[in-house]
């Protein structure tokens, strides 16, 4: 987020926090703020929202616990289609460190994807840094792909298992979930796990890399006021997300800065990335695409015009509705191929 000005209360609020805590070490201002004793707030700047929908969508909503000791837990959306229908796993962004699978904001989004995509979407509510910095969030979402396999082969005879094409399953995320759709599929190392488990390709959207040295759209690319992603913001989510000791050319947030050999067992796998213009991670996300094909990966990539990172979730404009549909029309094309 960009500097914002904080209104009075908000400012008597981080007093009485300094008191108690002690001084703020990290902050994206009005998302999130990590005092020096640990203690971490996230103020609800999105409203978090129960799995209700309007009826004339035709899609139904619920949540399901998949794991207890560790809160996991992921909300389906069901469309009223016929027949056998692909699955999305969904990852939200947030910088590995806020956001929700009930944020609003998502569940608008994702319930509208699967009305007009004419699909089941299982989204993630994964564990957050940097209370658990990565690889927890890779690991709950191998955890929650797992889960869906064991639906598969337990012959499970829920609504949702009945319709769902178990051979037909995309991993999906925007900005952060979309960094942790790409490193769940690296779990699969070789083209046999990737057809055990159903994998048919991965959607990016707005893919949350990063790098050491700055790109051009980094340095020079003017953002708005309340841009949804600065620099410092990203710079500030990489250092609560990344392990300790390690810099912003970790394979996790810089895929190509060893190059992508540990890639191979995915060539099979198509590849979709997302990218907005007005976006500062524009560059990065198209030269995970140039690398992605120089290895001879199946990948393609759709720049939306005049948008910035996560329009599709935050920007509620005309010119971010328009980009909204077409991006829904993209990936109803790839999933349906």
Not at 130 to 143: C, I, T, V, W
Not at 319 to 327: A, L, W
Request: aromatic share 8%; charged share 20%.
């Amino acid at each position: 987020m960009a500097a914002i000005t904080r209104d009075s209360s908000m400012s008597l609020e981080v007093n009485r926090d300094s008191q108690q805590h002690g001084v703020i070490i990290e902050e994206v201002d009005r998302l999130i703020r990590v005092y020096k004793d640990g203690h971490v707030e996230r103020p609800e700047i999105v409203p978090c929202v129960s799995t209700a929908l309007e009826p004339k969508l035709g899609v139904t909503s619920w949540d399901v616990v998949l794991d207890t000791s560790t809160s996991i837990w992921v909300r389906f959306y069901l469309p009223n289609c016929q027949g056998k229908l692909p699955l999305l796993v969904y990852f939200h962004g947030g910088g590995f460190c806020v956001g929700s699978a009930a944020w609003s904001c998502y569940h608008d989004f994702l319930s509208q994807l699967s009305a007009k995509a004419g699909c089941i979407i299982m989204s993630v509510n994964y564990r957050l840094a940097p209370e658990n910095p990565l690889p927890a969030a890779y690991d709950d979402g191998f955890k929650a792909l797992t889960w869906v396999k064991q639906k598969a082969r337990g012959g499970d005879n829920e609504l949702w298992s009945r319709q769902c094409n178990f051979s037909s399953i995309f991993l999906v995320g925007d900005s952060a979930g979309a960094n942790i759709a790409h490193n769940v599929a690296l779990t699969f190392s070789n083209s046999a796990k990737l057809r055990l488990f159903g994998l048919k390709g991965t959607i990016l959207i707005q893919p949350f890399f990063g790098g050491e040295v700055r790109t051009n759209s980094e340095k020079l690319m003017v953002q708005p006021p309340r841009s949804v992603l600065s620099l410092a913001a990203s710079d500030t989510y990489w250092r609560l997300s990344l392990p300790s000791g390690t810099n912003r050319d970790h394979p996790w947030c810089n895929p190509v800065t060893k190059g992508l050999t540990n890639l191979d067992g995915l060539s099979e796998l198509p590849v979709m990335v997302c990218v907005s213009e007005l976006d500062i991670l524009k560059d990065r996300n198209l030269e995970f695409c140039r690398a992605l094909a120089r290895e001879g990966k199946k990948v393609e990539h759709v720049v939306y015009k005049g948008v910035g990172h996560a329009f599709q979730v935050l920007d509620k404009s005309q010119i971010s509705r328009t980009r909204t549909r077409e991006m829904t029309s993209h990936i109803k094309a790839f999933i349906s191929r």
